[in-house]
Nanobody, 126 residues
C-alpha cells in the first residue's frame, strides 16, 4: 500500500496563501492523487485531483481558480497551492492516491481511494 504524508498546513489570514505538499512513497504514470478536506461538522469533500500520466488536474467548483494542483513524478509529490483563502477553507486537508487503472479519469469519489495520509490542518481567520 502506498504511504502518503501531507505537510504545509497552518494558520493564515483571509486572502492569504498556503502550499500543501503530499509526499507519496511511490507513484507511477498511472497514479491519481486527490486532495480532500473536512471542515468542522461537515462531511469530507473532494476538491482536486491530478493524473500523473498527463499532469492534468481537475477541481471542484469551490476551489477552481484559487487552487492549483501540481504533480512531480520525480519527487513523488502532488502539491496544492492555495490562494485567496477564505474562512470557509478552514478544514483538515487529506491527500489520497490510487491507480487510475481501467477508469478513463481520476475520480473525486473518496470511496475509490485506498491510500490516505493523516491530514494537515488549515485554519483561515477573517
Amino acid at each position: 500500500q502506498v504511504q502518503l504524508m501531507e505537510s504545509g498546513g497552518g494558520s493564515v489570514q483571509a486572502g492569504g496563501s498556503l502550499r500543501l505538499s503530499c509526499a507519496a512513497s511511490t507513484t507511477s504514470g498511472d497514479t491519481c492523487v486527490a486532495w480532500f478536506r473536512q471542515a468542522p461538522g461537515k462531511d469530507r469533500e473532494g476538491i482536486a485531483n491530478v493524473y500523473f500520466g498527463d499532469g492534468l488536474a481537475r477541481y471542484h467548483a469551490s476551489v477552481r481558480g484559487r487552487f492549483i494542483l501540481s504533480p512531480n513524478r520525480a519527487k513523488n509529490t502532488a502539491d496544492l497551492q492555495m490562494s485567496n483563502l477564505t474562512p470557509e477553507d478552514t478544514a483538515i486537508y487529506y491527500c489520497a492516491s490510487r491507480p487510475r487503472g481501467l477508469m478513463s479519469f481520476c475520480s473525486l469519489s473518496q470511496s475509490l481511494y485506498g491510500s490516505w495520509g493523516q491530514g494537515t490542518q488549515v485554519t483561515v481567520s477573517s
